[in-house]
């Protein structure tokens, strides 16, 4: 039978319960934040990903990056970066934005952020990764974490050493999305992977990737063994899913949410409005309704409606008459629903 995760304390920081989010980049802004807290079970928010050397710049009153509520704590903060150089007015920047956590993304497969050495690249380079996280751990006594995925091939030593690595050079918990660098998001992810690296550390590790429904959940933690789970896309397609693996699966006394489709939607849009200046807005809400869209049996209808719209109003518009048109209660065809 599997035992329900435990909270997880790293530093002065305790998630609970060990459900994290996945930083996503275009997505795990403010906006969608507040939504996913407002249902419940989240341990961890995260930004997404922050490009130390732009970070400086950037003003946390007006930033699409850098806005949140007071109500999105913890909140991690995910930097990525290719040199030690860049990291000592970054870390001043977080400081400043009171994270709670300080990420270093070592896991991204991106080209563009390939180019110049960071994401996964920095797996190929453990020296530089050394030195990287040596500074950050100098510059910060904040709970320091790093997301990584398995490496760009199969080979367990290599891997395993480079997160005993990670751990000797004072990270504090690692994040392992269970695929290979050029691996797409379609092929099933290798949670047993995770479960070796597991054996070999002594601070916790987190698993992500493939994580769609509390039965995912639980089937990832019994074959990796990790001591929490992270959620990227699953949690914005349903951003209750935390709420219900925190209730089903690590025993959290919380009520199961009533979801209504069209009232989250408009939430969005509402939150979107608040928080973020004119220029911001459509494209998150672009990028949103790819994945929330999937909660409807012909929501790839609504999708290219959204994608063609030409201002938020219009977009609101021509979402309330796809819902005005959609059985609700039935959202994706007879003998499904959204739990």
Known sequence: MLTSPKPIQIRNLVIDPPLLLAPMAGLTHSALRQIMYGFGGVGLLSTEMLSARRLPTENPGVSPYLIRASSERPLSYQLLTSTPGELGRAIDVLHACQADAVDLNMGCPAPAVGHFGAGISLMEQPENVCSIVAETRRLTSLPLTAKIRLGTGLDEEKLTSFCCMLEDEGIDMISIHARLKHESFARNPRWACIARVK?????PVIANGGIFSVQDAQECLRVSGADG????????????????????????????PAVSLPAVYGTFVDLLNAHFRPEYRLGRLKQFIHYFAQNYQFGHYLASKIQSSTSLDDARERAELFFASTDTANPLGPGCCLH
């Open 199 to 203: 054996e070999r550390l002594m601070i």
């Open 229 to 256: 789970l992270m959620l990227g896309r699953g949690a914005v397609i349903r951003p209750w899913l935390f709420a219900g693996i925190s209730r089903d699966v690590c025993g959290c006394a919380i009520a199961e």
